[in-house]
């Protein structure tokens, strides 16, 4: 990898300052993803800016939500109690994320933030969209793990991030510091769809920009269900995965949120599913059904049509989850 | 013939479970890996490969990397005008002081490339309109093989199978690196490799650097896996060896993750259309087969077909397919896994057509047995072991997603010793230094090295000093074939009872007895029969003076043999919904001939068996069909099995010492992917007929048996 300076900065301000530079300036966590992207030269920064001493705590908030400083590590939020009482699917999420080790040492943010696995972004040979190429490999090349929503183009990436997904659906706000000040953008504004303008990034996040909260709101009268399909049982991705909020009244959904996780280059919303689930009692056969709404807007490209059947079963068993069902 | 070499009848020690010698100093760290060697002064290499998979060498470049911060040395491995034949054929090289310096130099290596037609895959090609991309054709027409009227055979048949069956290309994945240190003293060579083949590594330095074997002096003490993959110092040893005579300074060249995964061999893939018959009661009438396979860039793929099972008529040719790829090496059973693979999935389709149990089938249809033939034995004591009879028919008809099965495949394999030499020296404070050279690949060698030798002298494990792995010891063989065992103990047994006896001659007048008298237990000498009339191996050693007793010996005859054979079932369950296949037992029966060490023995047994599960679900080289590029030069996205995904297995190893000593490092990696492909067809009555069994296969699989079948 490249030489780097590195910057230790001791609090919010100083880390937004230190990403001012000439060079490139990058922020780095738990480096579980940062440091594989240099060691492999797809990214060759100049400055490192580490973030991990930054805020590590989770807090409640007034309205009864919770504040999730971005340094907190992966092994921490799943074992926060207040976390797992209040946002299971965040809990579930959070243990199946890689390894024992990438837990241990990955951060909340860099996992929210961390870049796209596609084979062909890892791989120094390819230079596609994503690295400032003009093409995206994936679409005639070897797409098995690649999106099957929002495959318009021109990246069809599947958003590797795991905790993502639960945030997403418990409608979690992110808090962003730049140079011009503190904002905060809701989970399903922040992830973005690429186009050729801003393929380069996966998220609203400007280069002096950091995140340094995930902020979740009070969750309400809600069930949650979580479910992962791996082909391996550790040490890999997830082939598709699911986070359901049901907002219930009695055993009558009210409302839901379906956020899909491995399929589409964002956290991917199932309005369809949603839709479908309003009104509906909880039981086996409204998840079957919902899962079926999920992916009958499915796009596949041409090696991934079966990741829409574990798509739709993932959906299927993270309501079966929230019903508190055997799922097999 | 029993004679006095014969390996004893009641043995103290052989067919013992005994840990490794090495294990403490493994666990501890203490033990050297070639990674871990480090000498003073050392540099460190770095090669230059080819990004593309065909492409002519236009310029190389090696000024800016001559100039660059600790660089000692660079060298260009091809010409210009050269063609560099797969992504990862090797160009040009440097040396520097550290191994980030080295890698920044390196890739101040300009290369330029004018890109040339290639082959992602085999289909490319075969390809009618193929271009020509490998000098002599792009594919390879075997010698056809043929027994019996084919035509009267099917004539015969009741029901006939056709399908093609496939399996994918794997590489080797050794945990440590393929490389060497290389330090040079004027014209010789000192080389740490980790090699399978230590001796033979010495031989191939000296060839291909024009230097006589006697000036080279390799050594491998432990090594972390080479499966086939490293019998010789390869060209990244070579330019290691340049580099350092050009740095006048030692340097370590150890390849990384991607350089292994791109040139340093893989198991050919094989594919098959076949076509079979079977008579209405289960005999097997004919087999029709084509099939075709690739090593990469010129190299061949050769596998046997049918495997095991007795078809009276019989046809097959096979096809060497070559693409731009890294050149097959032997891998674990070299052919087998693949020949039986494709074999034992159309042997539960033919049992189906007329419902007949898969064991019954098989047994059915066995060559006559014999001691190297041993399945219809170890089918029925496995059916037994395994709960066969719980098995149901295809497809599970229990509710819900997940379905579970069981499945069987039987394979077998040669193994033989032949030539090792060994030195054993016994010193008068009775110390005992056994020396032969052959190597420990981590298969547990030189721990029964000691076995035998402590088995022959009645002492325990600790007395016998063991030197293994270099170059300067009596000559044995490389670790491949599975010989390593049965050349290299009879070689340590002939050897240390010609010690023995040099002992008991000195030992005799002193017991007042003749040397035949003497017999040597449990760490003394006696008189046969009366233990009470002897010494204690230490005072007996007194005896010996002021010159060690010191012998040479040889492997001979009647001490190993040839020739194993093993059954395995597999049971798998199937989530229908998601494709997802997890192995939940295997149970591997297998023979070696007379077992060493029953722990190391079993050892290579359950990593068979694990490796073999990579090969069934996870493992896949895959190549971009555009670029010809590797999309998974890594162990993240190249899947590799962990702890949690591999199942309880369960070994049950069958003891021949009438047959001597037959190696058992392959054998038992060839059945598992069979028995869990037909594992997870009896589970949901879908068939997959290639490897890997991925979600996508298994839906898809699926998919078709529920609009009316696989065919
Ligand atoms: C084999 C394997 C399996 C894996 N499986 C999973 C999985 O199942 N699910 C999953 O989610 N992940 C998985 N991962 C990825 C892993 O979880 C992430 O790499 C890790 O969580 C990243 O966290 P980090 O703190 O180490 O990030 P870093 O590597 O430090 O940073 C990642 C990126 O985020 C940026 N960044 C970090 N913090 C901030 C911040 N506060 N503000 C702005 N930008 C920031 C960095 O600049 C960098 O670009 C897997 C990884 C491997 C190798
Ligand atoms: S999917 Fe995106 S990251 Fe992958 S090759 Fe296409 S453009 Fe590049």
Not at chain 1, 124 to 143: D, L, Y
Not at chain 1, 160 to 168: G, H, I, K, T
Not at chain 2, 309 to 316: A, E, H, I, S
Request: net charge neutral; charged share 20%; with cysteine.
């Amino acid at each position: 990898m490249k030489a780097f300076s590195y910057v230790n900065p001791s609090s919010e301000k100083e880390a937004v300052a230190a990403l001012k530079t000439d060079g490139i300036a990058m922020v780095i966590g738990g480096g579980q993803d940062l440091l594989a992207r240099m060691k492999d030269y797809i990214d060759s920064p100049d400055r490192l800016v580490n973030v991990k001493g930054l805020d590590a705590t989770m807090t409640s908030t007034p309205d009864g939500g919770m504040k999730i400083g971005s340094a907190v590590k992966i092994i921490d939020l799943f074992e926060h109690a207040q976390v797992a009482k209040l946002y299971p699917s965040v809990n579930a999420a959070a243990i199946e994320v890689g390894t024992p080790q990438i837990r241990n040492q990955g951060t909340v943010g860099g996992n929210v933030n961390q870049r796209p696995r596609c084979w062909y972004f890892r791989n120094e040979e390819f230079v596609c969209f994503k690295k400032g190429g003009s093409r995206c490999f994936a679409v005639n090349g070897e797409n098995q793990y690649h999106a099957i929503f929002g495959n318009e183009g021109p990246s069809h990436i599947v958003h590797p991030s795991s905790l993502a997904v639960p945030f997403m659906a418990y409608g979690a706000k992110f808090r962003v510091l730049g140079p011009n000040g503190e904002r905060e953008i809701a989970a399903a504004d922040y992830f973005t769809m690429p186009t050729l303008q801003n393929v380069l990034k996966e998220n609203v996040l400007d280069d002096e920009d950091i995140l340094t909260h995930v902020i979740l709101p009070a969750p309400g009268i809600v069930k949650s269900g979580h479910y992962e399909v791996r082909y391996k049982a550790s040490h890999d991705w997830p082939l598709a995965f699911s986070t359901v909020v049901l907002t219930m009244s009695g055993n009558t959904i009210s409302s839901a949120r379906v956020v899909l996780g491995a399929v589409a280059p964002i956290p991917w919303r199932s309005k369809a599913a949603e839709a479908f689930l309003a009104g509906k009692p909880l039981n086996e056969a409204t998840a079957a059904a919902a899962g079926e709404a999920a992916v009958s807007e499915a796009k596949p490209m041409s090696g991934n049509a079966y990741k829409v059947q574990i798509a739709k079963t993932a959906v299927k068993r993270a309501i079966m989850n929230a019903a508190g069902l055997n799922t097999v | 013939m029993a004679n006095k070499y014969s390996w004893p009848e009641k043995p103290a020690l052989l067919g013992t479970s005994v840990k490794r010698l090495d294990g403490p100093d493994k666990v501890t760290g203490r033990a050297k890996y070639t990674y871990d060697i480090n000498r003073p002064g050392m540099l460190y290499g770095k090669m230059v490969r080819s990004p593309l998979p065909h492409a002519r060498v236009v310029s190389i470049d090696l000024s800016a990397a001559e100039k660059a911060p600790g660089v000692k040395a660079v060298l260009a491995h091809v010409a210009v005008g050269a063609q560099v034949m797969y992504q990862g054929d090797p160009v040009a090289a440097v040396a520097a002081d550290t191994e980030e310096r080295a890698l920044d130099a390196a890739r101040m290596i300009r290369v330029r490339y004018e890109a040339l037609p290639h082959f992602a895959n085999v289909e490319q090609a075969m390809a009618t309109d193929a271009p020509a991309v490998f000098p002599g054709g792009n594919t390879r027409q075997g010698a056809t093989e043929e027994t019996g009227d084919l035509v009267a055979g099917f004539a015969k048949a009741a029901h006939i199978v056709e399908a093609t069956y496939a399996t994918h290309v794997i590489t080797h994945v050794c945990l440590e690196t393929h490389g060497c240190v290389c330090e040079w003293d004027g014209d010789k060579l000192t080389a740490w490799i980790s090699t399978q083949a230590v001796i033979q590594s010495a031989q191939q330095f000296a060839q291909a650097l024009g230097i006589p074997q006697a000036n080279v002096h390799t050594i491998m003490q432990y090594m972390g896996g080479g499966f086939g993959s490293k019998f010789g110092p390869d060209s990244q040893g070579i330019i290691c060896a340049k580099l350092a005579k050009l740095a006048k300074a030692p340097v370590k060249l150890m390849l990384d993750r991607k350089e292994e995964h791109l040139d340093t061999g893989n198991r050919p893939s094989a594919t098959a259309h076949i076509r079979a018959g079977i008579t209405a009661d289960g005999m097997l009438t004919a087999f029709d087969g084509q099939s075709w396979g690739t090593g990469g860039a010129g190299a061949t793929s050769g596998f046997p077909l049918p495997y095991i099972y007795n078809f009276p008529t019989r046809k097959r040719t096979h096809k060497d397919v070559y693409i731009n790829a890294g050149q097959q090496r032997a891998m674990r059973a070299p052919g087998h896994p693949q020949g039986c693979f494709l074999t034992e999935i159309l042997m539960d389709e033919l049992a189906d057509t007329i419902k007949m149990d898969p064991v019954a089938f098989r047994v059915k249809n066995l060559p006559p047995a014999a001691p190297n033939a041993m399945w219809a034995e170890y089918f029925a004591r496995g059916a037994k072991a395994f709960g066969w009879d719980k098995r149901h028919a295809t497809g599970d008809p229990t509710p819900g997603p997940i379905k579970t099965g069981m499945g069987v495949s039987a394979h077998r394999w040669g193994g033989a010793g032949q030539g090792s030499q060994a030195h054993v020296d016994i010193m008068s404070d009775g110390g005992i230094v056994v020396k032969c050279g052959t190597q420990d690949i981590g298969t547990g060698t030189r721990t029964i090295v000691g076995m035998v030798a402590a088995e022959t002298f009645g002492l325990p494990l600790s007395a016998i000093k063991v030197e293994i792995g270099d170059s300067l010891l009596p000559f044995s063989g490389g670790s491949g074939g599975s010989t390593t065992a049965a050349s290299a103990m009879p070689a340590i047994r002939v050897t240390s009872v010609d010690a023995l006896e040099a002992l008991f001659a000195k030992v005799a007048p002193a017991l007042g007895t003749a040397p035949e008298n003497l017999v040597a237990e449990g760490g003394r000498i006696f008189i046969k029969g009366t233990p009470a009339k002897g010494l204690s191996w230490k005072d007996a050693c007194k005896l010996i003076g002021t010159e060690p007793i010191s012998v040479n010996g040889k492997w001979a005859q009647g001490l190993s043999g040839s020739g194993t054979s093993g059954v395995q079932f597999a049971e798998a369950s199937v989530d229908i919904e998601t494709g997802i296949v997890r192995v939940t037992r295997i149970l591997a029966i297998q023979d070696c001939g007379l077992i060493v060490d029953k722990l190391t023995a079993e050892s290579q047994a359950y990593g068979g068996v694990i490796a073999a599960i990579n090969f069934a679900l996870f493992e896949d080289r895959i190549l971009d069909r555009v670029t010809g590029q590797m999309v998974n030069p890594n162990m993240e996205m190249y899947l590799l099995a962990g702890m949690s995904d591999v199942p309880k297995i369960d070994i049950m190893l069958n003891n021949m010492p009438e047959r001597g000593v037959i190696g058992i490092g392959e054998p038992p990696t060839v059945s598992t992917a069979s028995a869990i492909a037909n594992a997870v067809r009896n589970a949901t009555g879908a068939t997959i007929r290639s490897l890997p069994l991925h979600p996508h296969k298994v839906l898809a699989a699926l998919e078709q048996e529920k609009a009316g079948g696989t065919n």
